[in-house]
């Protein structure tokens, strides 16, 4: 399984300016899959991919 990274995620959303809250609705799927890894490193990770969509959220 292939998950984004923090920097891909960062890049995805200023990609994708006019779809933003499609994009960040997508990722956010993702990353509720991440979540339920049992891999330590793809949950912290998902983390801090929450972090940063919620801080752009909050912008």
Same mark, same amino acid.
């Given at each position: 399984m292939f *998950? &984004? +990274? %923090? +920097?891909? %995620? $960062? /890049?995805? !959303?200023? +990609?994708?300016k006019k779809n933003k809250q &499609?994009? !960040?609705?997508?990722? %956010?799927? *993702? $990353? /509720?899959q991440e979540v339920k890894s049992n891999d330590p490193d793809?949950?912290?990770?998902? !983390?801090? &991919?929450l972090t940063y969509v919620r801080s752009v959220k909050l912008s």
């Open positions: *998950e &984004k +990274t %923090l +920097t891909d %995620l $960062i /890049r995805g !959303i200023r +990609t994708n &499609k994009y !960040i609705a997508a990722c %956010l799927q *993702e $990353i /509720r793809v949950k912290a990770v998902a !983390i801090s &991919k």
